[in-house]
């Protein structure tokens, strides 16, 4: 396997970890059962609405950089950032509900997985040419 596989791989499994969430902008009870909270206004709908679509657009640009390397440094800053500030706030945070543990998991899953393939894109890019084999 060449390493240029496992570098779109770790990209794939990062953006879709973080494009999943897009499906929330569908209405309260694909957020409500995600999360495992009340959606009780309107006010409170419109905020994770629009924060699936913010997940959409990092997870959109995860998968695209995963297939066009020059994205790639621009994509795993701004996966990073968002999967990072999730779980700092989540420590931060005196969080109770069992669905949100999920959430962290899968982002520390994400920041693995994007951390990995931000090395190898890196050790790829310095690598003579005809060397980057896994």
């Not at 570098?7 to 957020?31: C, H, K, R, W």
């Not at 109770?96 to 520390?108: F, M, Y």
């Not at 931000?118 to 040419?129: C, D, G, M, N, Q």
């Amino acid at each position: 396997m060449t390493l240029q596989r496992v570098i779109t791989g770790l990209f794939l499994v990062a953006g879709l970890i973080n494009f999943v969430p897009l499906a929330g902008v569908m209405g309260n009870t694909l957020l409500e059962s995600a999360y495992g909270i009340d959606v009780a206004s309107a006010d409170l709908s419109l905020l994770l609405r629009h924060r699936a679509v913010l997940f959409g657009i990092v997870g959109g640009l995860l998968l695209v950089s995963a297939f066009k390397p020059s994205l790639r440094v621009t994509a795993g800053v701004c996966g990073m950032i968002s999967m990072v500030s999730f779980v700092l706030l989540y420590f931060l945070t005196d969080v109770a509900n069992p669905e949100l543990a999920g959430v962290l998991r899968a982002d520390l899953v994400g920041i693995a997985a994007l951390a990995l393939g931000i090395v190898l894109s890196a050790k790829e890019r310095a690598a003579p040419i005809g060397t980057a084999q896994l």
